[in-house]
């Protein structure tokens, strides 16, 4: 005979365990332009509890308290959503970080990083937060910052690729735009990032998997540069075809070839880490050749080759890199909806550049058309 409560009369049965609370991980921010940084970041909160809840600031919040974005909160949104590390957005919430949202949502507490964030008053954007004993720090992801990027950008160097090839002939340019009294800008550094098996293992996760029987296979491959809201909406078409994604990365030289300038803006190994943070890629091949051959889709058992509508560049001899795919009729051109390019950015970053200076005028005291003060880590202040 049973207990009202289920046990066992007698008392022999163990008692019933009680479900334990999920701790529920709070972090904010613009996460404008997001990379491999920010994805790490994402990663560090959701290991200190069970389900995190990121809050993004909107475009008005921002341009009030900092200046205006560089991707707006659409894009900013989207690219939030699709971190596999993030289990909910939370839209349009203070640049101040505050206890009521966080209670709205269930949150125990707020997590960031080890550095101090200073909303438009000059006070600590977490001042509440750490006051009420709810604030954890993670440690900033080193070699990669939102200005180092924004100045590849503006600057037409390669120096940031991650071979030595070429270099040389750009650093006398780079020497004498770094003399400075720290002897060294954002701006015109090269990557100080630090690939490691360590790191990729992170960033594959617990997911990481060979495609099972029944899998439909899909291969994407480009440079994916500035992984950014347009690549997402892309994977996200390439998710309703099949459901194990592969993405393959050309080399820096590779995509230097056929895009010229100072692209790729990120090189490979950053580039690398950008892609895996995304919760739709299965998989992602490293330096993939340009060239898909029969051998390539045989190997990885490839059902569909994907491509968006962006050019298709020639090979070296003029073939054309997608003839074995065609031939199979398993190649698909996809619509993905999206206008948003690297090039679109890099406009967008020259169009912040012509405009008014920085108003907080004690940090970023500098004059129109010229480049910023190194000191300066603003993402979205025109200059």
């Known amino acids: 005979m049973s207990a009202p409560n289920g046990s066992t009369e007698g ?11 999920q701790v529920r991980v709070w972090v904010d921010g613009c996460f404008d332009m997001v990379h491999f ?3 790490n970041a994402l990663r560090q909160a959701k290991l200190m509890g069970d389900v995190l809840v990121a809050g993004v600031h909107s475009d008005a919040e921002i341009k ?3 200046g205006p ?10 690219m939030v959503r699709a971190i596999k590390w993030v289990d909910e957005v939370v839209e349009d919430v203070p640049y101040t970080t505050s206890l009521e949202v966080m209670e709205k949502y269930n949150c125990d507490f707020c997590a960031h990083g080890d550095d101090i964030t200073i909303n438009v008053d000059g006070v600590d954007a977490y001042a509440a ?4 004993g709810k604030y954890k720090e993670y440690k900033r992801t080193q070699g990669v910052s939102t200005t180092d990027l924004v100045g590849r950008m503006l600057l037409m160097t390669k120096q940031h690729l991650s071979t030595n090839d070429e270099k040389s002939a750009e650093s006398t340019q780079l020497s004498k735009i770094t003399q400075g009294s720290e002897l060294h800008s954002p701006y015109t550094g090269s990557s100080q990032f630090l690939a490691s098996s360590k790191r990729l293992i ?14 439909t296979v899909v291969y994407v491959a480009g440079a994916f540069d500035l992984f950014h809201a347009g690549h997402v909406v892309l994977l996200e078409k390439c998710r309703e075809i099949g459901n194990f994604i592969i993405v393959g990365l050309h080399s820096d030289w590779e995509v230097n070839r056929y895009k010229g300038k100072n692209y790729p803006i990120m090189n490979v190994q950053e580039r690398v880490l950008s892609v895996l943070a995304c919760k739709y ?14 051998s390539m889709l045989d190997n990885l058992k490839v059902d569909y080759v994907l491509h968006g509508q962006t050019p298709v560049y020639p090979n ?18 996809i619509e993905s909806g999206s206008a948003l390019t690297t090039d679109v950015i890099l406009q967008r970053i020259y169009e912040h550049r012509q405009g008014s200076y920085c108003t907080v005028e004690q940090t970023h005291n500098y004059k129109n058309n010229a480049l910023p003060d190194p000191r300066c880590v603003c993402l979205g202040h025109t200059f």
């Not at 974005?69 to 989207?78: A, Q, S």
């Not at 992170?202 to 899998?215: K, V």
């Open 11 to 21: 008392g022999d049965g163990p008692p019933p365990q009680k479900k334990q609370k």
């Open 37 to 39: 940084g920010h994805a």
């Open 64 to 66: 009030r308290n900092k």
């Open 69 to 78: 974005p560089v991707m707006n909160e659409k894009e900013r949104y989207k």
């Open 129 to 132: 937060v750490k006051a009420a």
């Open 202 to 215: 992170e960033f594959m996760g617990t997911d990481s998997r060979e495609p099972a029987p029944g899998d």
């Open 281 to 294: 890629v299965s998989d992602v091949i490293i330096g993939a050749p340009y060239t898909v051959t029969e």
């Open 316 to 333: 070296k001899d003029g073939s054309d890199p997608y003839e074995a795919p065609k031939t199979r009729g398993i190649y698909r051109t």
